[in-house]
């Protein structure tokens, strides 16, 4: 593999700025490197053609600087717009439908100086933490392909970690930033609420659960990448000022963390994953942090209610006229129908009282930062699955009754709009992945980045482990 694949997003361009490589010697080490593992893992989808690339990335080259990521190749998570690029959302019914227009963060990435080479696959409507879909089929973990990568941003999380890319964009509902972040070694964040705007269409007011963020190999990256996709827009209501570009100095020392664990015995967990996190709390309490286990500061039964209200009126209000269309239903997968019905179900003092909770959550939030600054959970309560299984049904003991309760330990950040680091964790059951949250107040994202920042300096763990070549490439669907 070509050496400049292993630099982060920072280093690349400082190298493409002072003339030691150029955007079209990226381009094409990139394209090899695409060339190489993604048949395997199937990460990048819609691949642009070659040629098209090599020519914008010399165009890059005469045009001299353009932004923070000028000359470097991204691909674009697919339930995004490109321009001149399909937006499938892994749906059977958009499928070969090309946009003719940047989404908002993609214009500002594009403006940056990035250059998009395809889409990363997601599952359909990114509902769902495992990366399947029947347009594109499914996303293999590098780690061991015979297992899921996680998602919704599952295609992201592998082209980071197999070095096809140096930062991604993702989005997070329910952990779509985090989980596969930590099943793929790298670091995924899910901004505070309004950091990001969405897309100046539609309801600006109502639905305010989902975000888009960033990925990367690095807490400095994902800073440099939320500096491009950050900032208001006029459009919308709810911004939030833009954030900095400038890398994230290291700054663990006297934090306080409170560690909920698996909120007080009420989420079940498979063996090993709370060890392994735990261990990773040692690194951040050697390096100066106050680590304090706290009971549940809020009931399971209470947030959970209100998360699944609240994301079935979300989702069902987004999918919904996708039934007009005659025969649509039987072409959208079980649990988009399951969403859609159950959003359609609720009155609107339904959605009232989970909005309810989400308020009384959010100030029960408040007050534990008031003690603490950052809190820590699990990005997931199950190590990576086999690929054939749709979702985990069972975890120890425990039966799940819907396709997402496997990943009720993202719901706390996700339901109050917190942001949320997800930092590699390190390596358990059969030298599987897994990662940990750092969730932070609202509006304190670059203490959170500065956190994650000295737990990277610490552990290094994408650098030090990647993935093993020889087995992605020995694997064949």
Known sequence: MNDILELGARDLTAQIARGAVSCEEVMRATLARVDDVNDTLNAIVSLRNADDL?????????????????????AVKDLADVRGLPTSQGSPLFAGQVADHDDLHVARMRAAGAIPVGKTNTPEFGLGSHTYNPVHGVT??????????GGSSGGAAVALAARMLCVADGSDMMGSLRNPAGWNNVYGMRPSWGLIPGEPEGDSFLQQLSTRGPMARSPSDLALLLHVMAGPDRRLPFAMPGFAAAAPEADADGARIGWLGDWGGALPFEPGILDLCERALTVLADLGCVIDPLPAPFGRDALWESWTVLRNWGVAAVLSPLLEEAGAAARLKPEALWEIKRGRALSAMDVHAASVTRSQWYRSAAALFDRYDALALPTAQVWPFALEKAWPDRIAGQ???????????????????????????????DGRPMGMQLIGRHGDDARLLRLAEAFHDATNWPQAHPP???AIRAYSR
């Not at 293999?140 to 990568?149: F, I, K, Q, R, W």
């Open 54 to 74: 090599l020519s914008a990335a010399r165009r890059a080259d005469m045009a001299g600087e353009r932004g923070p990521l000028h000359g470097l190749p991204v």
């Open 140 to 149: 293999a973990n590098p780690y061991d392909t015979s297992l899921s990568c």
């Open 399 to 429: 039966d799940m009754d819907t396709y997402h309760r496997w990943m009720e330990v993202v719901i706390p950040a996700s339901l109050a709009g917190l942001p949320a680091v997800a930092v590699p964790a390190g390596f358990g059951i």
């Open 468 to 470: 093993d070549d020889t």
